[in-house]
């Protein structure tokens, strides 16, 4: 496949498929594809290389297994402040880049897509989910910021009142239930969500490139001129990481245990 995409982790692969489709699979089926720190900047370069891929008319991005991608890989050790600062720039950049992407993308939610997973879900052109799939903005439960997607898409897909809802709970929804307020663009059967996808890559991938591409640029002007309210949320983010809260939610994970944020406790009050 040329040198384009050849990163070779295996963390990520890529296929291309008839008239100009292109297939992108997340590939940690054993860690429900949650990101390791180098897949960030990995899926950062094949963003890139997707814009500059004259051969790929459309993207299709799923989720080998049973699961799209659950977010970064809780199990790794803590990132440290200059790993952090890196994850705001790689991030910043993946945004920009797939807004800026004039191919359709598609996303095929097989399983669940949480934090980082969904917001490759949502940014996303047309995002087709499985009924049961289950979707988990989750920042705010592990002690950070919403910082990767949350601000500049949910207000758009669903409203602000629903925005505010799921996102400062982090309550999950079903892919059919996203649906149903607006949040993706389908739902399905779980066997079906891929199949559908390449199906409608594929229409689009036979329909006028120049109509499609100058129609998504149009429309993708209401998020490019949004970015500022996700660059801050996502700088937000990051000083979480250096938090109290994120500490301990990182400990609590660890020790199988609820967490006890400090910000929570009383003034004084001893972790319990």
Request: with cysteine; net charge negative.
């Amino acid at each position: 496949m040329s040198d384009l995409y050849n990163h070779g982790t295996g963390n990520v692969l890529v296929e291309r498929h008839d008239d100009g489709v292109l297939l992108i699979t997340i590939n940690r089926p054993s860690r429900y594809n949650s990101l390791t720190l180098p897949m960030f900047e990995e899926m950062n370069r094949i963003w890139a290389d997707v814009e500059r891929d004259d051969d790929t008319r459309v993207v299709v991005i799923t989720g080998a297994g049973k699961a799209f991608c659950t977010g970064m890989d809780v199990a790794q050790p803590d990132p440290t402040p200059e790993q952090a600062l890196a994850m705001l720039e790689t991030e910043r950049k993946r945004v920009t880049t797939v807004l800026r992407i004039e191919k359709p993308i598609i996303s095929a939610i097989n399983g669940p897509a949480v934090g980082y997973g969904l917001s490759t879900a949502l940014l996303a052109d047309i995002s087709i989910a499985a009924d049961d799939a289950v979707l988990i903005e989750g920042h705010t439960k592990v002690g950070v910021t919403a910082g990767d997607h949350a601000a500049l898409i949910w207000p758009l897909l669903v409203g602000m009142a629903k925005t505010k809802y799921y996102v400062l709970t982090s309550e999950k929804l079903t892919g059919a239930e996203a649906e149903r307020i607006g949040l993706v663009s389908l739902s399905l059967p779980r066997e079906q969500v891929l199949p559908r996808a390449l199906e409608v890559a594929s229409q689009l991938a036979r329909g006028s490139q120049q109509a499609l591409r100058f129609t998504k640029r149009a429309l993708n002007t209401w998020l490019t001129n949004a970015v500022p309210q996700h660059e801050l949320s996502a700088a937000l983010e990051i000083l979480d990481f250096a938090g109290a809260d994120y500490a301990e939610a990182r400990q609590a994970f660890r020790e199988k245990r609820p967490v006890d944020f400090p910000s929570a406790r009383p003034a004084g009050a001893p972790a319990n």
